[in-house]
Structures are given as C-alpha cells and as structure tokens.
C-alpha cells in the first residue's frame, strides 16, 4: 500500500505539472507544482502514521495501537460485520465520546486473532 500511494502522489504531481505548465509556462508552474507535491508527501505520511501497527485484545474490549506506540482508538466492541473471512468491520465504543469502526483485513492479521476478533464482534453484536 505503501509503494501504490507513493506512486499516487507521483502521478498527482505530475499531472498538476502537467496542466500548470500549458497554462502559465514551465518556471511558472514549478512553485505551485512544488507546493502540491508537499502538501500530498505530508497527507501520506500522516497517513502512515495514523495506521494501526498493534491490537489489544481484551474480554470486550479492543485498543489498537500506531507503530509509534501511541494509543489510536480504544472501547468495546459494540458491533460486528464480516464478509466471507476476508474483511471485519468493528465498531468500537469509547468510555466518552461516539463510536469508531476499525477494518481490518483477513491477510493483514494471524488467522487464528482474526477468528478471535470476529467471535468477539459476533458476540457483542449478539448474531
């Protein structure tokens, strides 16, 4: 996923060079092309970061942690949906505030966590 959004802000980049650059001339575009690039690069990174990198399983409750070792969501499992083993979709309440969805992908965790995540979702849901 990584290397496809690397390629996206590529593509971005050189498409805004692409339609500055029949309009204002080519030094013209530059700065603005330049500005885009770097507003992408900070959107990706951001991205990157707000990605989980570790979970907690708890009875019913879940936190999911970023590869900096800050705390990105944390609650109970309130609700389950799961398609054919492939995808779960949890939804997450919090002591305070609304609830979350997390997605997770079936070849993005062990088989066996994954089958504990989605017996804890239909337990919660109460399917």
Do not use: N
Not at 27 to 41: D, E, F, R
Not at 76 to 85: A, D, E, K, L, R
Not at 96 to 113: I, N, Q, S
Request: some cysteine.
């Amino acid at each position: 996923m990584r290397a496809a959004l690397e390629i996206f802000v590529l593509t971005a980049t050189s498409a805004v060079y692409a339609c500055f650059a029949s309009h204002l001339g080519k030094w013209q575009a530059l700065p603005l092309t330049l500005a885009v690039a770097a507003s992408l690069m900070l959107c990706a990174r951001r991205y990157g970061r707000a990605q989980p990198a570790a979970l907690r399983i708890g009875r019913d409750e879940l936190s999911v942690w970023g590869q900096a070792g800050t705390l990105l969501m944390q609650g109970h499992i309130t609700g389950c949906s799961q398609w054919s083993g492939r995808l779960l979709i949890l939804a997450l309440q919090p002591e305070a505030g609304r609830a979350r969805t997390l997605l997770l992908a079936a070849d993005a965790l062990p088989a066996p966590v994954f089958r504990q995540l989605s017996v804890l979702g239909r337990r919660a849901a109460g399917a």
